[in-house]
């Protein structure tokens, strides 16, 4: 089945430490999308890429960075994780047509110690 | 900007309730609607949509209908199961050129006892 792929589903790092969070896809989708959901919160979007076009929401702080190296794969970096940034982190796929729905990964739970 | 507005909860029923969540939209043009389930520890797992007024979204015994008059988009089931129990979103897709982005409502989190 065609799918978004979250990798690791946990992580655990240290304060500081800079870690790295994997997305890959076979929709061949040409958006991919992070967001960041806390407990009982909506997603919330840190920025987004139409093929290598990159996008970043006003309010996503400088210390997350992404990376899209092909249609199939895109990657978060956190580069100092604090202790705010322990969250779930979602990855999702969707075409440009604005009928369609996004498809969501199952996340990354990100503990910061 | 696009918002949507959606019942918070927490909602509590019992095996074999009735169940609606509200959900009413602000956008311009004819954005397309959605719901999303989110079991625990899970990522989003897209309900239902519409993407017209009128239209009516069904799945696995749920059913939204896409209500320009009201800008409403109200999720409905006849009789939930405990396994229903999760949070519900409801979001908009603008109709907008170029529209990646989803506006999601805060969430309502469903617990069914049985």
Known sequence: DAMVIQNPRYQVTQFGKPVTLSCSQTLNHNVMYWYQQKSSQAPKLLFHYYDKDFNNEADTPDNFQSRRPNTSFCFLDIRSPGLGDAAMYLCATSTRDTGQPQHFGDGTRLSIL | GDSVT?????????????????????????PSLFWYVQYPGEGLQLLLKATKADDKGSNKGFE???RKETTSFHLEKGSVQ??????????LRGSQGGSEKLVFGKGTKLT???
């Open chain 2, 6 to 30: 959606q019942m918070e909860g927490p909602v509590t029923l019992s095996e074999e309730a009735f169940l609606t969540i509200n959900c009413t939209y602000t956008a311009t043009g004819y």
């Open chain 2, 64 to 66: 939204a209908t896409y």
């Open chain 2, 82 to 91: 405990v396994s229903d129990s999760a949070v519900y979103f409801c979001a």
């Open chain 2, 112 to 114: 069914v006892n049985p």
